[in-house]
């Protein structure tokens, strides 16, 4: 005689089910958010090394100068201590995701000013662009979460 109700509300089947806290919700969209921006940086990055590796003339050859590798230092500098120093340190996941693009950004200076600034010797900078932006990888990025103990 106990038959379930057909039009009974959702809501007790609902409560049923686990959810994830407020915290781990945002970890996973801050994530997914990391891995989508760092394709795109990697897609965008790829189209720009074609344009590095078009011939020019052999008139403008490039000059050693050591403001350039004080530039370089600097921005590799800044760019490794973001990524391992600060980026560990972080607790919440947007404040991650905002000093992640950050990172980003500047790895793709080190990039852009070797292909623009510097095109005949500007080749070290676009490889080291190319590893600063690698060691941005989002899996070896751990996005903290506050999860309750049950």
Known sequence: MNEPNPFSSPQSELSDLPHLPASDTSS???KVLMWILW???LLGESILLLYAFIPRSDSEKWQFSFQWVVALAVLL???LAIRFLLMKKI????LL?????IG???ANMITTLG???MPQGGQSFILIGIVAVLTY???WIKVKTKSKPL
Not at 91 to 94: D, G, N, T, V
Not at 97 to 101: C, E, G, K, P, T
């Open 28 to 30: 996973i969209v801050v």
């Open 39 to 41: 394709v795109m940086t």
């Open 77 to 79: 500098t800044v760019v």
């Open 91 to 94: 607790q919440l996941p947007w």
């Open 97 to 101: 995701l905002l000093v992640f693009l």
């Open 104 to 106: 980003i950004f500047i």
């Open 115 to 117: 292909m623009f600034a």
């Open 137 to 139: 990888c989002p899996y």
